[in-house]
């Protein structure tokens, strides 16, 4: 005998199905990690670009690799529709990344978390992340523990998620 489904879950069906039907401007994260191999990183670029393109807002984080790829990607396509959230003060930042941090107009650095570990940081971001998005597109690893717990806490938050594994 089949278990009856539960208000809840009917609302979080419609709501992921409403998401992803629509055909307007969304709020998307994007977040990985940063052992991403260069062909990796140039397809995130491309399908990040295209998402601005088609007016997607993007969000995501200032760690190399995945997201630095989505950042050169955005900022190509329209800087506007950027926003970049740091887990800790821009000067905390890796030195390839910060250059191309500074040029982002909709920067939100967090220095009162530069006392924290970069992992402890970077889950506290992630957060924020997702619940400023509707939909979260992630680049890991099985063994990406930050990020994979971020895409739990997103779906817990009804948000559509969309991981890509690595490995």
């Keep these: 005998m ?48 295209a998402l601005v393109l088609a007016g997607n807002r993007v969000m995501t984080s200032g760690a190399t690799g995945t997201n630095l790829a989505a950042i050169r990607g955005a900022m190509r396509a329209d800087p506007n529709l950027l926003t970049v959230i740091l887990p800790q003060s821009l000067a905390r930042q890796p030195r390839e990344s910060r250059d191309t941090l500074e040029n982002v107009v909709h920067l939100v650095e967090h220095g009162d978390h530069d006392q924290l570990s970069l992992a402890e940081a970077s889950a506290i971001c992630n957060r924020e992340i997702i619940t400023r998005c509707q939909q979260l597109i992630c680049f890991a690893f099985h063994d990406s523990h ?15 998620v969309t991981l890509f594994y690595f490995d």
């Design 146 to 160: 930050t990020l994979l717990q971020t895409c739990a806490e997103a779906e817990d938050q009804r948000r559509v």
């Design 2 to 49: 089949s278990q009856p489904i539960e208000v809840q879950e009917i609302d979080s069906l419609a709501q992921e199905l409403a998401t992803i039907q629509q055909t307007s401007s969304k709020r998307i994260a994007l977040l990985g990690s940063r052992h991403v191999p260069i062909t990796h990183q140039n397809l995130i670029e491309v399908m990040t670009y």
